[in-house]
């Protein structure tokens, strides 16, 4: 059974820095990462890193988020820096399980900047 665990959203001022983590266990995984849906919008692409190590960005966060993924390829990282209001939304973990192709989101994590 596949099971995502997110930490690190928060309160922040523009400008500002947060670092979430998503902690994956149950399978192996091709592709993690991260989607946003702020408030009124569709749920949209913020970053994805293949188990191989090829990473996306959203136009919109390029220079400032940067995705990781932990030594074992099951935990995946967003460094946010030089964020900014229109950051502000709930933070989806997303996994692509490797055989089946099966995807999976996380619960979400609030990530607020404002000052």
């Known amino acids: 059974q596949v099971q995502l665990v997110e930490s690190g959203g928060g309160l922040v001022q523009p400008g500002g820095s947060l670092r979430l983590s998503c902690a994956a266990s149950?399978?192996?995984?091709?592709?993690m990462g991260w989607y946003r849906q702020a408030p009124g919008k569709q749920r949209e692409l913020v970053a994805t890193i293949t188990r191989g190590g090829s990473i996306n960005y959203a136009d919109s966060v390029k220079g400032r988020f940067t995705i990781s993924s932990g030594d074992r390829k099951s935990t995946v990282y967003l460094q946010m820096n030089s964020l900014k209001s229109e950051d502000t939304a709930v933070y989806y973990c997303?996994?692509?399980?490797?055989?089946?192709?099966?995807?999976?989101w996380g619960q979400g994590t609030q990530v607020t900047v404002s000052s």
């Open positions: 149950g399978s192996i995984f091709s592709i």
């Open positions: 997303y996994v692509q399980q490797r055989y089946g192709n099966y995807d999976y």
